[in-house]
């Protein structure tokens, strides 16, 4: 499966913005989805994940904040971002894997999209 990730852009704190994550190649729903993120000089670190199933985790982080949802008919995934902060800066990566694994690990995921990048002024 190919994945792109797109949505990102300069927000002002306190806003929303929407990441998609398009899949092509193969059908979204066959797979369980994350979205990860990487501010500069820190690691990549878990946000949201989406088991095929439906169930979901989140980030301490953004937990009542971030909503990763999925649209089959689109193939697409995302990732609603609402009372966005100063510390949500950072690329925005988009995975997926078929394994039946921990999803809060990058290391579990196949396949990676390109990233988007996600700026928000205080």
């Known amino acids: 499966v190919q994945l792109q990730a797109s949505g990102g852009g300069l927000v002002q704190a306190g806003g929303s913005l929407r990441l998609s994550c398009a899949a092509s190649g193969r059908t979204v729903s066959s797979y369980h989805m994350g979205w990860f993120r990487q501010a500069p000089g820190k690691e990549r670190e878990f946000v949201a994940c989406r088991w095929s199933g439906g169930s979901t985790s989140y980030a301490d982080s953004v937990k009542d904040r971030f909503t990763i949802s999925r649209d089959n008919a689109k193939n697409t995934v995302y990732l609603q971002m609402n009372s966005l902060k100063s510390e949500d800066t950072a690329v925005y990566y988009c995975?997926?894997?078929?394994?039946?694994?921990?999803?809060?690990?990058?290391?579990?995921?196949?396949?990676w999209g390109q990233g988007t990048q996600v700026t928000v002024s205080s």
């Open positions: 995975a997926a894997t078929a394994r039946y694994s921990d999803l809060r690990r990058s290391v579990s995921y196949d396949y």
